[in-house]
RNA sequence: GCUGAGGUGGUGGAAUGGCAGACACACAGGUCUCAGAAACCUGUUCCCGAAAGGGUAAAUAUGGGUUCAAAUCCCAUCCUCAGCACCA
């Protein structure tokens, strides 16, 4: 047989399956479906390794279930809109459209390369019109529900570029561009209410299974439910309250100072009472060039008494300080705390800088509030009448006296935070609303959808947006009133584009709706949606609440899109995430060349299992190449008189070893890929079969059974190497496609061993081994293990103060 | 800082309470060859030993605990990574 030519086979074969359409699919009720869905790459221009990985585990379970017979739905697309294209707008001139085309053109033709088993036909791109229009469509049905709505907000502005910044354009709190400091600046923007899907998306994951539990875990803790109470704090000498919310009212007594973000509007609207006016204003502007993270991590607390103002403890009636300090965020609760330093780490930290004093209410068993916060529970004390409840109780107790004395109630607070989904961008869906002096906001009506992003506009280097700029664009009519109105130059957040292409995908060209309802129904729920874990918390929740709209609209009749969830690892290159902007990126283009995507597939598969996250070395990949090519060859040797590989004797395998294998094997990687995902280990037992197949005695000599085995082992290695399995199942005479092949079954009594070998531990120290039956009964194996010489030698003299049997696994003695 | 993961030979990893290091990489030695490549064979955690074998207290980040038995369960500490709401 000639050498394994990869280029060759794989091109023949990835042309084969476009030519034969096998992978295009439609609904069929049938049969099973199974939808397969990676997450919706940003064309950023070249595969990276990290993509390799993402979707070589796509298409091996794709593959997989299509050779169990089902109708699997696995298609791909481009989350196309977005911050790159227009950075690479303003560096290089080129148009975002032209950019964002070119990169999608390029990379679809590495994922053509790799012989995903994509049906294309269904290829969305979000910033295709086709696309965009239903989600400008979907803006106007939550603006109809009352989903939708504007309030003002912090963004990052650059004064000298005049322009709204990301928070990837802050370089150490300075503007990637003109290298100016930034501020923040309020803006009135759009929202959209996730909060009041909240509670169902908590409640949604009882029906996750599927999904990982840390997954589950950090979306639990992203939403935040907590139960506390509002508390309203009196200042002296003013009108106002000041509202705080705390899930620790049982602490009130010991509130002796209080904090308010410094983007707080008290802060203004007690401008004229406090003393030290200047010094808050400087300290405000330094908190609004860091992030929210350098705020909240850094060890030293900072910030500035409001000189002149006091709250009233409304529990002890003193007079206690407030403060502004940035480690109180805006975002959270009310942007207020009342701060209890002998009960929270962060206050008493506050406390001790600012000489505050710290009064302790709960005591418990080692607490020393003289040298650290004590957050555990104990019994109250300083607490007035309170003193002496166990602080278990004192949450109940105390909040009902607060609800009592009318200066606060119970409430349920939510760490999410509503949806902000405006951006001052261009590469971006506009949002369909336009502004009327008369009407208000009316939205744009539905046969004037999409509303179209314009494309003949100068990039300047200002940083303005150019829809801004665009008379054609911005004055329109009111579809009220008729008189002039201005259209809405804000675009939309990305991740709302990102937020219901699944649904898409089952009707990728319906012109009339956004998907047709008996279709989406067939295919929804996605059975395996794959991702990296960095998506957990942002896209995974939006998407589920977006779901959740589409099927209050009517249009679906599930509760959640994605069943099960695989968040593979990040492929790193020296620790850190690849990425294009980091420039720390492996592409995959010349692996391909050299090696071929089935060597491509199988090394990242193989490196490692997919949750782990893979720091990237191309050490390994040879002996993947190796290893191929290994599998190649063995079809002259399953077919030849004699092994060509000469082994010992005692390695050699007979007919029932092999079969043994053979089956055992086909029972391991159909449980490693269906139920664990452990890619590397499935690769491995085939590794081994290959090699056992190689020390097999007969081969032609032995009734087939060589050949037996070796279409198993081609047919279990389908999904992963699929070019070339193809290749040589055709070899075999085969005019059917092996990637529509039934997946081989086993047959557990052929795996089933008579007698077993079992180890046994004296004292907990492995000693030796004995064969013994697998039947056997713990009597009859004591005997085994009293008869043999090696564990006679320690039991010599000893007493025998326990003796352990556990079946077909191990043998115990504890000795005296 | 908060939240969630992870730490096992020279390297990627296997083992989820029961034989630590499967399968590979790398390395070393060998067969074939004029030579090289390829292919094939043998060895490879560490320590002692030429080997057979041994380790009564070697070894799964570190220290402690539970158990006949711990990489695996519990507690504490250290380190690495991810996310933290305008990167996608």
Request: glycine fraction near 6%.
């Amino acid at each position: 047989m000639i050498e394994y030519n990869h280029l060759k086979v794989e091109k023949k074969w990835q042309k084969k399956w476009f030519e034969s359409k096998i992978f295009e699919i439609k609904e069929d009720s049938k049969k099973e479906k199974y939808y397969c869905l990676e997450m919706l790459p940003y064309p950023s221009g070249n595969l990276h390794m990290g993509h390799v990985r993402n979707y070589s585990i796509g298409d091996i379970c794709a593959r997989f279930h299509r050779m169990k017979g089902k109708n699997v739905l696995y298609t791909a697309g481009w989350d196309a809109f977005g911050l790159p294209a227009e950075n690479a707008a303003i560096k290089n001139k080129i148009h975002p459209k032209k950019w964002t085309k070119q990169n999608i053109a390029c990379m679809k033709e590495q994922l053509k390369v790799l012989g995903f088993s994509y049906d294309w036909n269904r290829e969305i791109s979000t910033c295709d019109p086709k696309y965009y229009k239903w989600t400008q469509w979907f803006f106007i049905k939550m603006w109809e529900k009352g989903l939708v709505f504007r309030k003002n907000a912090n963004v990052n502005w650059c004064s000298s570029c005049q322009t709204v910044l990301a928070n990837e354009q802050i370089l150490n709190g300075v503007c990637w561009r003109c290298g100016s400091h930034t501020e923040h600046r309020d803006l009135e923007q759009w929202f959209i209410k996730i909060t009041d899907y909240a509670d169902e998306l908590l409640e949604g994951h009882k029906q996750l299974g599927g999904w990982p539990e840390q997954v589950l875990s950090m979306q639990k803790n992203w939403i935040g439910k907590s139960y506390g109470v509002e508390i309203n704090f009196k200042i002296s000498g003013f009108c106002k309250n000041l509202k705080i919310f705390t899930t620790c009212p049982d602490t009130i007594f010991g509130v002796t100072f209080m904090v308010v973000a410094p983007e707080h509007e008290i802060i203004n609207e007690l401008k004229f009472k406090i003393k030290n006016y200047e010094q808050v204003a400087k300290y405000i502007l330094a908190s609004g060039r860091k992030s929210n993270i350098e705020r909240t991590s850094s060890k030293e607390k900072t910030g500035v008494r409001l000189e002149g103002v006091n709250a009233l403890n409304p529990a002890t009636k003193k007079e206690i300080p407030i403060f502004t300090a940035d480690y109180v965020l805006m975002g959270y609760g009310k942007g207020a705390i009342m701060a209890v330093p002998a009960h929270d780490q962060r206050d008493w930290e506050f406390a001790k800088k600012f000489d505050i004093p710290v009064i302790e209410v709960i005591k418990g068993n080692n607490s020393d509030t003289n040298k650290h916060a004590y957050e555990d529970e104990g019994i109250l004390v300083n607490s007035g009448e309170f003193t002496g409840v166990k602080s278990v109780d004192a949450f109940n107790i105390v909040s009902n006296w607060i609800e009592k004395q009318g200066f606060g109630k119970k409430i349920v607070n939510f760490k999410l935070k509503d949806w902000l989904v405006s951006r001052q961008r261009y590469w971006g869906v506009p949002i369909p609303m336009i502004h009327c002096d008369h009407c208000g906001i009316i939205p744009v009506s539905e046969k004037e959808l999409p509303v179209l992003l314009p494309e003949d506009l100068e990039f300047t280097r200002t940083g303005k947006s150019p829809l801004k700029i665009s008379k054609a664009f911005v004055n329109v009519k009111c579809p009220k009133c008729d008189k002039d109105a201005s259209r809405e130059t804000d675009t939309m957040d990305t991740f709302v584009d990102s937020s219901w292409y699944y649904a898409r995908y089952c009707d990728s060209h319906n012109d009339n709706a956004p998907f047709d309802s008996a279709k989406a129904n067939y295919w929804m729920p996605v059975n395996q949606y794959i991702g990296g874990i960095e998506h957990a918390c942002m896209h995974l929740i939006y998407a589920r609440f977006w779901f959740k709209v589409m099927r209050d609209l009517g249009l679906i009749k599930y509760d959640e899109p994605f069943v099960n969830l695989l968040t593979q690892g990040m492929v790193t290159l020296s620790g850190s995430a690849m990425s294009k902007s980091k420039g720390n990126v492996v592409n995959s283009d010349e692996i391909l060349i050299k090696y071929g995507a089935d060597t491509a597939r199988l090394f990242v598969l193989f490196a490692a299992p997919p949750q782990k996250q893979f720091d990237w070395s191309s050490s390994g990949i040879e002996g993947c190449w190796r290893f191929i090519n290994r599998v190649w060859r063995l079809f002259d040797v399953v077919r030849s008189a004699k092994p060509i590989t000469i082994t010992d004797i005692a390695s050699q395998k007979n007919k029932d070893d092999i079969l043994r294998i053979m089956h055992k094997t086909v029972k391991k990687v159909t449980a490693d890929i269906e139920k664990e995902f452990q890619f590397n280990t499935a690769i491995s037992s085939i590794m081994e079969l290959v090699n056992a197949l190689y020390s097999y005695k007969y081969h032609a000599n032995d009734d087939g059974v060589s050949l037996e085995v070796y279409k198993v082992l081609i047919l279990l290695l389908a999904p992963i190497t699929p070019h070339l399995c193809e290749e040589i199942w055709e070899k075999f005479g085969n005019n059917e496609c092996i990637s529509i092949h039934a997946w081989p079954v086993f047959d557990e009594s052929v795996i089933k061993e008579s007698s077993i070998e079992i180890p046994v531990q004296i004292n907990g120290k492995l000693k030796g081994r004995i064969i013994a039956s697998v039947d056997m009964s713990e009597e009859e194996v004591k005997k085994v293990v009293m008869f043999d010489k090696k564990i006679l030698v320690h039991l010599k003299g000893k007493q025998i103060v326990k003796f352990i049997y556990v079946k077909s696994k191990i043998v115990a003695i504890v000795i005296k």
